[in-house]
């Protein structure tokens, strides 16, 4: 029993471990164009960001290689966020603050403040980024030239994650290790399935003329997780998306505390893996590979078992070195390696958290507001 046992958590640490060695092996960091055409419109939706929305912007506007526009959707602030935006504008005039109307019933904050700026863009592409993103200067440059390489309709990267926290180093490694282990990229780019769209709503790149055929944040306005619910948009219209490496163009730090991450995480899980249908399986994955072969391996030793033990012991090792190998690419912290097993176990604590509560505490609170997750249409 343990030597099976053993075995199969070989096998599923061995699945993200070959995925893993093919993705970064594709996955390359876009480089600009020596000339540009073209205007970017980066959209930013910001609501009560003060403490980070000075930096954002004036790191937008120092983007080189390519005309761009900066438009700030103030999402009805309650502290200096317009203020700031104001001041910096003065100064620039590539820069313009938006005031976002009221948010309509049946709309997510985001997505309603995206919609808004959408509308009020010039440019040929639009680029969506997350309040508490920095961009790199080549940043915008090489996402343009991408899509235009490529030939796609919306491209997407993960920024380098910043965190200092042990709750963030618990939560926010996630990200990359789920896209970069499980997400088969080489048959994303190959197949126009919409089960295969991914990106990162921290920063996502799209066609103008695309986004506004496709219904853009429109058609996807209950959603609290646009990084699934646009590309599988785009996706079931015939359009083309893509990932790249992300962490030389822009950094993020999205959370500040455990309770943050916590929260943060839990707010879209019911749109990713935390359905009847999915969480058994990814629970099965990640545990199985991750955690079950450390508990099989102290079993493995307790029973003598000398070949269980070096099977397991080496489903953990390829665990850990399929982590670290993704840590070193992206940039994260080496320190948040070892605890590996324990961001697993968040994970999908999180996420059977999301599945399992009552219905009556079905409510996603987010940035003082309240959005019923019960209500989320199913993710195609």
């Known amino acids: 029993m343990i030597l099976a046992l053993a075995l199969l958590t070989l096998a599923l640490a061995a699945l993200p471990a070959c995925l893993a060695a093919i993705n970064l092996s594709i996955l390359r960091t876009p480089e600009p164009e020596p000339e540009a055409p073209g205007l970017v419109s980066i959209l930013i939706p910001a609501r009560n960001e003060a403490g980070v929305i000075e930096g954002t912007v004036r790191a937008a506007l120092a983007s080189a290689g390519i005309a761009i526009e900066v438009l700030v959707g103030d999402d009805h602030s309650t502290d200096d966020t317009a203020t700031i935006v104001r001041r910096i504008a003065e100064a620039d005039p590539r820069l313009r603050l938006v005031a976002v109307p009221d948010l309509p019933e049946g709309w997510t904050g985001k997505n309603h403040a995206c919609a808004m700026l959408a509308r009020e863009a010039r440019g040929d592409l639009l680029l969506f980024l997350d309040a508490d993103v920095t961009l790199a200067p080549n940043g915008v440059a090489g996402l343009a030239a991408h899509a235009r ?37 080489a048959l994303m780019r190959l197949s126009p399935d919409p089960s295969l769209g991914a990106a990162c709503g921290q920063m996502i790149l799209m066609r103008a003329d695309a986004y506004r055929a ?78 079950l072969p450390w508990l099989v391996l102290v079993s493995a030793l307790l029973a003598s078992d000398s070949s269980a033990s070096w099977i397991a012991a080496g489903a953990a090792l390829l665990s850990l070195a399929t982590r670290a190998a993704i840590t070193l690419v992206v940039r994260e912290p080496a320190a948040t390696v070892p605890l590996h097993p324990l961001t697993v176990c968040t994970a999908l604590a999180i996420q059977w958290n999301a599945l399992l509560r009552p219905a009556r505490a079905g409510v996603a609170v987010w940035k003082g507001r309240r959005y019923p997750i019960t209500a989320l249409p199913p993710v195609p």
């Open 214 to 291: 496709s219904g853009g944040h429109a058609a996807i306005r209950t959603s609290l997780h646009d990084g699934v619910r646009l590309p599988r948009l785009f996706r079931g219209q015939g359009l083309r998306t893509d990932l790249v490496a992300g962490h030389a163009l822009a950094t993020c730090r999205m959370y500040r505390d455990w309770p943050q991450s916590w929260a943060g995480f839990s707010k879209n899980a019911r749109e990713g893996m935390a359905t009847p249908r999915a969480l058994p399986i990814w629970t099965v994955l990640l545990f199985g590979g991750h955690v």
């Open 149 to 185: 390489r490529a030939n796609v309709d919306l491209v997407s990267g993960v920024p380098r994650q910043l965190m200092d926290s042990l709750g963030e180093r618990l939560t926010v490694p996630m990200i990359d290790f789920l896209l970069i282990g499980y997400l088969p990229m």
